[in-house]
Every structure is written in C-alpha cells, then in structure tokens.
C-alpha cells in the first residue's frame, strides 16, 4: 500500500524559509510518474503548487510560487521535497503531497491517485 507522510510544516513570519518533505513507500518510488505538491487554504478549493517527474526531473510550478518556491526529490531516499523561501501570508493553507502513477493533467487534482494527510504551513504578517 503506497503511504505519503508530509513533514516539515509550522509557523513562520512573513519572508522566512521553510523545508517541507515527503517520505513516501509501499512501491518503488521511480515508479511514480509524477510527485505534485498542492495546498488548501481554509474555504478554499486545493491547489496545484509544484510538481516533479522523476524520469526526466522535469518541473512545473504555480504563477504565485514560481521563484520563490523550489521542488526536488531524492530517489535512494524516496523523498520529495519543497523548498519555500520569501514566504508570504498567503502561502498559508495545509499543504498535501500527491503521487501519479498515470498521464494526466498534472496540475490537476484528480490526475494524482495517492495522498498525505498534509502538513500546516502559517505565515504570520
């Protein structure tokens, strides 16, 4: 059974860093097609915020964190990583880890097929 634990969440001031993690097992991980991080902020719909494939390492990211945000994955420690810096109030929502396994829309959440339970990001002003 594939697991997604997301880890590294708290709280920040406005401009700070922080490390988000993705441990993932139960399949091999270069399996995966695609490893996406999204994010739900309270009485909003999830959003896509980056994703990773790990056959070519190519990248994506949202138009709000290109820049600013940086994702990146270890494939001996099956471990997908988001690097947030110049971390703003609106950054703050639960932010969820997701596994494709199959072609899609990756910047769509119904493309993903496993997922954390998140991890909660707040940025104070």
């Known amino acids: 059974q594939v697991q997604l634990v997301e880890s590294g969440g708290g709280l920040v001031q406005a401009g700070g860093s922080l490390r988000l993690s993705c441990a993932a097992s139960g399949r091999t991980f270069s399996s995966y097609v695609m490893m996406g991080w999204f994010r739900q902020a309270p009485g909003k719909e999830r959003e896509f915020v980056a994703r990773i494939s790990w056959s070519g390492g190519s990248t994506d990211y949202a138009g709000s964190v290109k820049g600013r945000f940086t994702i990146s994955g270890d494939n001996a420690k099956n471990r997908v990583y988001l690097q947030m810096n110049s971390l703003v109030p609106e950054d703050t929502a639960v932010y969820f880890c997701?596994?494709?396994?199959?072609?899609?829309?990756?910047?769509?959440?119904?493309?993903?097929?496993?997922w954390g339970r998140g991890t909660q990001v707040t940025v104070s002003s």
């Open positions: 997701a596994a494709a396994f199959a072609g899609g829309d990756y910047r769509n959440v119904g493309s993903y097929g496993y």
